[in-house]
């Protein structure tokens, strides 16, 4: 496998000849609205990342920075706009939401064909995070057929969609959580070809707990703040065939997978 960071820098650099010619050539160009409704500092970091991709790529963008108490009525309502805008080709409604909005009805309010974020039900994209893991375990030809996928946690935005996705590509696919025992947990490691670990504690794996395969793949998701730094999920080094670094590993994937969804919609909807 690759590095993550020359991947993704790769990947970036075939996008932009595709955008240039696309702005130069197309009479419409893409156009991403972020929408935030929140001061939250990782919403904040994760935004200024994924300006950085857009202002790189040369891809129209613009953050609707809003009230953290503007009204439900009012969210939808700039949310129906975005969805009819033919201007726009996505949007993404950055996550978390303040109490007095149901994160429910925004994601089925968002137009499926707009959806970067695969929040809808309906929608036909594969949401950041797993998008960017499966993309980069495709194009480093990882064969998934009938290997053990462990994935440890179940949110919507990275364990479920994950399994999902995996089990797609004939996997055999077992998700952890909370309610796994240790013991289970270990058995259920020990035997993984392939491991994804969303938790969001910091070193929850470690190495003198396990013995995992020696050509297994971790792919760790966590990003935890610990005295002024960033640190994942898994210890380093866990003596494994490929593991993900914390940073610059599966957050660079997640940038880059809002963009190839992007493309996508352009591609597919010619919004
Ligand atoms: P989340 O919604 O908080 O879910 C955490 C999951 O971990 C839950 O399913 C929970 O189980 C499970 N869990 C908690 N304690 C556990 C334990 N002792 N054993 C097994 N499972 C346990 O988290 P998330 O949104 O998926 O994010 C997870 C981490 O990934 C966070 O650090 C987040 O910051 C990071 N993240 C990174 C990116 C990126 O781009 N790099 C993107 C998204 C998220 P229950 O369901 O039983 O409670």
Do not use: W
Request: glycine share 6%; with cysteine; proline share 4%.
């Amino acid at each position: 496998m690759v590095e993550i960071s020359d991947y993704v820098h790769n990947k970036k650099e075939e996008v932009k000849g595709f955008i240039s010619s696309l702005n130069k050539n197309s009479k419409k160009n893409l156009k991403i609205v972020i929408v935030q409704v929140n001061d939250d500092e990782a919403s904040n970091s994760y935004i200024k990342g994924k300006i950085k991709d857009l202002c790189e790529l040369g891809i129209s963008h613009q953050l609707l920075k809003l009230k953290k108490d503007i009204s439900e009525n009012a969210l939808f309502e700039i949310i129906d706009q975005l969805n009819k805008d033919e201007s726009v080709t996505g949007f993404i409604v950055q996550l978390p939401l303040p109490p007095q909005i149901d994160e429910n009805k925004v994601k089925r309010m968002i137009d499926p064909k707009k959806d970067l974020d695969g929040f809808n039900p309906l929608s036909p994209f594969l949401s950041a995070t797993p998008k960017g893991i499966l993309t980069f375990l495709k194009d480093n030809r990882y064969v998934m057929v009938g290997k053990n996928a462990v994935i440890i946690g179940r949110s919507d935005i990275v364990g479920k969609p994950m399994a999902k996705a995996l089990l797609n590509e004939n996997m055999n696919v077992t998700i952890l959580h909370s309610y796994t025992t240790k013991e289970d947990r270990k058995f259920y490691l020990e035997h993984a070809d392939l491991i994804i670990v969303a938790v969001g504690k910091p070193y929850f794996i470690k190495k003198d707990e396990y013995k995992f395969k020696k050509d297994a793949v971790i792919i760790d998701v966590g990003i935890n703040r610990v005295n002024g730094h960033l640190i994942g999920d898994c210890e380093p080094d866990l003596g494994v065939y490929f593991q993900s670094p914390v940073p610059r590993g599966v957050g660079l994937l997640t940038r880059l997978a809002l963009i190839l969804n992007l493309l996508e919609a352009y591609k597919n909807y010619g919004f």
